[in-house]
Structure formats: structure tokens, C-alpha cells
């Protein structure tokens, strides 16, 4: 049975993500002035993320060797609704306001995993909700990779998570 996802900062670029007690990887964010992107090493295993195409709208993974693990494109220009292509299957990532920040990436039937800022007290903490299942963790990479600038942005340098498990 999983137990609570977290990432935690442990140098001003680089974070360490947690699932329970064990280290799952880390992810280091990697930024110029006209490019952002981040190296994962998720297991032991090297991965690039990085923005590409001419208006810099695509995000691709790569592993160490070139090749695309995972691909996420916007359905139009300025939409909140995320087409990811992974192990030759579609899903959706969605941004939405509930009633804070929150992105979620569903298949066709539920939502698999979810990063949202949530109020707790009068602090700001980030939620993440998973299947119980789901222990594919490149969707953990690519949501942080998305949401940190927001949750760094909301909550400063005091992260705060609170991981939940959905049950069906």
C-alpha cells in the first residue's frame, strides 16, 4: 500500500521526492533566460524535461539517450486543457481553479493524480491526491515541474504537503 507522496527541497534548484520514507529521485531545475527545463533522475535513471517548438508550447521528457518518454501539448493556444501522450496512451492534464490552483491528469474514465495550493489554518500547503495504485511516478515528475514555480511563488521557501490516496 502507498503512503504519502512529498517533495522536499533540499537546495534552492534541487528536489527530493518521497514517497512514505523511501526516495523515489530528485529533480533539479535548470533555467537561462530564455529556457527553462529540469534533469530527473527518477530510480537511477537520467531524464530531461524541457519546453520545445518554435513558441516554446510543447513539453517533452526524454530519457538519457534521446529518445521521448513522455509528450504534453496544449489543445489551443492559450488553454488550460493539457493533451499528454504516455506509453502510447492519452491522458489530459486540466488546470482549474477549486477554489485555489489545481492541476489534474485524468484518463477517459477518472483522475489519477492531482497538485493543488489548498488553505489549511491560514497556510497555504500543497495538496496531492493519487490512486492508491498509482505507482507510475513520472506524472509526479511532471506535475511538480509544472506546479513548483506556483507553489514557490504562493507559499515562499515553507512548503508545506499534505498527500492524500484516493480511494474508489
Same mark, same amino acid.
Given at each position: 500500500?502507498?503512503?504519502? @507522496? ?12 518521497? %514517497?512514505?520514507? =523511501? ?9 537561462? @533566460? !530564455? ?11 537520467? *531524464? ?6 518554435? !513558441? =516554446?508550447?510543447? &513539453? &517533452? ?7 521521448? %518518454?513522455?509528450?504534453? *501539448? +496544449?489543445? =489551443? !493556444? ?15 492534464? =486540466?488546470? @482549474? ?17 492531482? *497538485? ?8 497555504? %500547503? ?5 490512486? +492508491? ?15 513548483? +514555480? ?8 515553507? /512548503?508545506?504537503?499534505?498527500?492524500? /490516496?484516493?480511494?474508489?
Amino acid at each position: 500500500m502507498e503512503t504519502n @507522496r512529498n517533495w522536499k527541497k533540499t537546495t534552492e534548484k534541487k528536489y527530493l521526492f518521497l %514517497v512514505g520514507e =523511501k526516495k523515489i529521485g530528485e529533480l533539479e531545475l535548470q533555467s537561462s @533566460r !530564455w529556457n527553462r527545463s529540469a534533469i530527473i533522475n527518477l530510480e537511477g535513471q537520467l *531524464y530531461t524535461i524541457a519546453y520545445t517548438g518554435f !513558441w =516554446k508550447s510543447k &513539453l &517533452l521528457l526524454f530519457d538519457y539517450k534521446g529518445d521521448v %518518454v513522455l509528450k504534453a *501539448y +496544449p489543445e =489551443k !493556444w492559450f488553454s488550460n486543457h493539457t493533451t499528454i501522450e504516455y506509453k502510447n496512451i492519452k491522458l489530459n492534464l =486540466k488546470i @482549474r481553479n477549486n477554489p485555489l490552483v489545481e492541476f489534474v491528469i485524468t484518463n477517459d474514465t477518472s483522475e489519477l493524480l492531482s *497538485y493543488s495550493l489548498e488553505n489549511n489554518g491560514g497556510t497555504l %500547503v500543497t495538496k496531492i491526491i493519487s490512486l +492508491p495504485e498509482n505507482e507510475d511516478y513520472f506524472l509526479d515528475f511532471l506535475l511538480w515541474y509544472l506546479f513548483q +514555480p506556483i507553489a514557490q511563488e504562493n507559499t515562499g521557501d515553507n /512548503l508545506i504537503f499534505q498527500s492524500l /490516496l484516493m480511494s474508489l
